[in-house]
């Protein structure tokens, strides 16, 4: 790479785009905020300071560095950025076209921000604790601190058909709308789990944090309770240059998606009942990827791993049609050695995903979602003669044949990761003819 700045993007978009798979929960956005805001396990160490609106923050101590991440652009799933709705006190009138001219929450933030923009309903968050020295550092709590409160937001509400998935690695979820504000913590299976765990040089934990209302425009902020050789000390978590998230219900603001080159106004209400899918509609089953790709993931990896299965679900793909889905995330027990040039310490880890559509048409359809999606991310190259569709992005293989789209992420310190996706993309795509 003789270009250092493209360079510096690709590991960049690298961080963006390949991490530790989500189980998907699309849907309909009235009700959404009862969703966790899906969030990529990525270790990310950044070297900067406190960073301007939309950049990570990121701060240091002597034994330990904690990088906070809020845009919803920055953090990405398996579809893509997950994106974010956001409540601006204008009438629709006075809001011109969104940046991306589609029906999508992705690409929104700076925008919506520049607005005098607020998160609707809920604010995701990423939040990774690196150890800097031998020193071991233990965190034992979290607890949450509304700062300030209003009543909700007037203005519109700029939504979209969907988003948010659910992450399979530990999250933490804040209830905004109790005194104090109710903390949850649960691991990848879905169980509620202490919050205890520790890190020394070397180790990373990333958590992803989902705080949601449904009755304030709620500022608040999130204090980590650490102790260093018996020494108590508290970390408190911030967004946009130290300064507190920000969440507003969207219960006082009109909703609006941008549908056919306008804005159009949305029902909304959180008792609105899911739409129950027609059996007429449904994909039929599909093959056990994560069996298909089991012994191409332990050559990759190349080290003992971890493996954690997504349940099988129909539900509806980011084009709004029913996609049967499932999947795996195999995880390296080992972090990986802080190798790049951003000095970003990442997580060796491969996510596959295999995804069903009733008909091909209805796969094509997913496909071009999928890969216009990953797009936002950087640029794609063109796989002729692979399959009927076939797309390489950084560290993400995506391809289709007939009804079936394969989706293959790798987060991993090397150079050769083009290299590496696109053979074990293969590898896997031939385990399916």
């Not at 009438?91 to 001219?101: A, L, R, T, V």
């Not at 519109?156 to 709308?177: A, F, M």
Request: glycine share 8%; net charge neutral.
């Amino acid at each position: 790479m003789a270009d250092p700045s493209r360079s510096k993007r690709t590991w960049r978009q690298r961080r963006r785009t390949a991490g530790i798979a989500i189980r998907r929960s699309w849907g309909k956005m009235p009700g959404w905020a009862a969703i966790i805001a899906g969030i990529v396990l990525t270790a990310i160490v950044g070297a900067t300071a406190t960073a301007i609106v939309g950049k990570v923050q990121s701060a240091v101590a002597d034994d330990y560095r904690v990088t906070v991440e809020s845009n919803p652009d920055r953090i990405t799933s398996r579809t893509g950025p997950i994106g974010g709705s956001y409540v601006v006190a204008k009438p629709i009138q006075d809001i011109g076209e969104p940046p991306i001219k589609e029906n999508s929450c992705v690409g929104r933030y700076d925008w919506a921000y520049a607005m005098g923009g607020v998160d609707a309903d809920s604010t995701a968050a990423r939040v990774i604790i690196e150890g800097l020295t031998e020193t071991v550092v233990h965190i034992d709590g979290i607890s949450a601190t509304v700062l300030e409160t209003a009543a909700p937001s007037l203005g519109s509400n700029l939504t979209c058909r969907g988003r948010g998935e659910q992450p399979n690695v530990r999250y933490v979820t804040i209830d905004l709308d109790t005194n104090p504000p109710t903390v949850l913590t649960y691991d990848a299976s879905g169980m509620a789990v202490p919050f205890v765990f520790t890190v020394s040089k070397g180790q990373s934990e990333v958590l992803d944090i989902s705080a949601t209302t449904n009755k304030c425009t709620c500022s608040w902020q999130v204090t980590l309770r650490l102790s260093i050789e018996g020494k108590a000390e508290n970390y408190t978590v911030q967004a946009r240059g130290k300064r507190p998230f920000k969440t507003t219900s969207s219960a006082n603001a009109k909703w609006y998606q941008w549908v056919g080159g306008t804005w159009v106004e949305q029902r909304t209400g959180p008792d609105e009942a899911e739409p129950t899918p027609d059996p007429n509609e449904l994909p039929g089953p599909i093959a056990d990827v994560c069996l298909l790709a089991s012994p191409h993931v332990a050559a990759v990896l190349n080290k003992p791993h971890r493996t954690q299965r997504d349940a099988e679900a129909i539900r509806p793909g980011p084009g709004g049609n029913l996609l049967r889905h499932s999947g795996c995330t195999f995880v390296a027990d080992t972090p990986a050695p802080t190798a790049s040039p951003t000095g970003e310490t990442l997580i060796d880890s491969v996510n596959v995903w295999l995804d069903g559509a009733k008909t091909d048409p209805v796969a094509k359809t997913e496909f071009d979602v999928f890969a216009k999606n990953y797009s936002l991310n950087g640029p794609s190259q063109a796989l002729p003669g692979v399959a009927q569709d076939a797309v390489l992005f950084d560290g993400v293989f995506l391809v289709r044949t007939g009804r079936l789209l394969l989706t293959v992420q790798i987060s991993t310190d090397s150079r050769e990761l083009q290299e590496r996706t696109r053979a074990l993309g293969e590898a896997v795509f031939k385990e399916l003819q």
